[in-house]
């Protein structure tokens, strides 16, 4: 494909990349719901109070916070590449010099070099916690009429402090073929009788690859509930459920490959 050194492609807005998964609909309010006769089928008094303790005061300020963060970045682009003096200066000013690689489904583009503030990214890791590498997002940047979709390729660290150093960025678009980790979670680890029978919970495997073409969001994570998992338990990489448009990097390591498993101290 032809090179574009600018991105002038019309920019559609999707309603997913509006939406965050763990913002629930909203519904009826404490005190609509306590004007309401008490139901007296058991199964309904059990929705009821499930929707009363729902929309409490802590419930609405949970959701308040995350709708607050949009997946929306602002930045500048930088004229100096390769230079460590303007490098730090842009540190001193508490910025992260970043790079913006890859091809759309229809153009490749040159490396676009651009300088970001380190609390924006402090506030989106924060905010998606694990699923930040695999979250879509909005780069705005100075002097261009559209937003580039973007997706987080690689954080790094300083070595002496766990202050940034810098972030590299991918281009994402719509059924673009996209190489993605997915994040494993495990929940309910203070109740796993494997581990109050003296049992260790072990995660080998940080994330599993995968291959995702789809029109979007990508998927977030794998949540693993391991209340109720014994000693010697395990799960595989072969035993999951893959999202739509997704499918393994790696299949033929799908049965060797263990993602959470309880083994005895």
């Not at 309010?29 to 309904?44: G, I, K, S, V």
């Not at 790094?156 to 766990?162: L, V």
């Not at 595989?236 to 393994?248: F, G, I, Q, R």
């Amino acid at each position: 494909p032809k090179i574009v050194l600018d991105d002038d492609e019309a920019f559609k807005i999707e309603p997913w990349m509006w939406a965050d998964p763990r913002i629930k609909r909203q519904g009826r309010t404490a005190a609509e719901l306590a004007w309401m006769p008490f139901p007296e089928d058991d199964e309904e008094q059990r929705k009821y109070v499930s929707e009363f303790m729902r929309d409490g005061p802590a419930f609405v300020a949970e959701q308040a916070r995350i709708r607050a963060v949009k997946p929306e970045l602002y930045g500048v682009l930088r004229q100096e590449m390769g230079n460590k003096e303007a490098s730090e200066k842009y540190r001193k000013d508490n910025m992260l010099t970043s790079l913006i690689f890859g091809r759309t489904k229809n153009h490749k583009y040159a490396p676009l070099p651009i300088a970001i503030s380190t609390g924006q990214i402090i506030r989106q890791m924060r905010h998606h916690g694990i699923s930040f590498g695999v979250t879509i997002f909005r780069m705005h940047l100075e002097g261009r009429r559209h937003p580039i979709l973007v997706k987080p390729c690689q954080v790094q660290f300083r070595r002496e402090s766990i202050k940034l150093m810098n972030i590299t960025f991918m281009r994402w678009s719509p059924y673009k073929r996209t190489r993605i980790t997915l994040p494993i979670e495990v929940i309910g680890e203070r109740d796993c009788i494997g581990a109050k029978k003296g049992g260790a919970i072990l995660k080998p495997t940080k994330g599993v690859e995968c291959i995702y073409d789809g029109p979007g969001p990508l998927p977030r994570k794998f949540t693993f509930n391991v209340q109720n998992w014994d000693i010697n338990e395990r799960v595989y990489v072969s035993d999951l459920e893959m999202p739509a448009h997704t499918k393994l990097r790696f299949p033929n390591k799908a049965h060797s490959q263990v993602l959470v498993t309880i083994k005895k101290t």
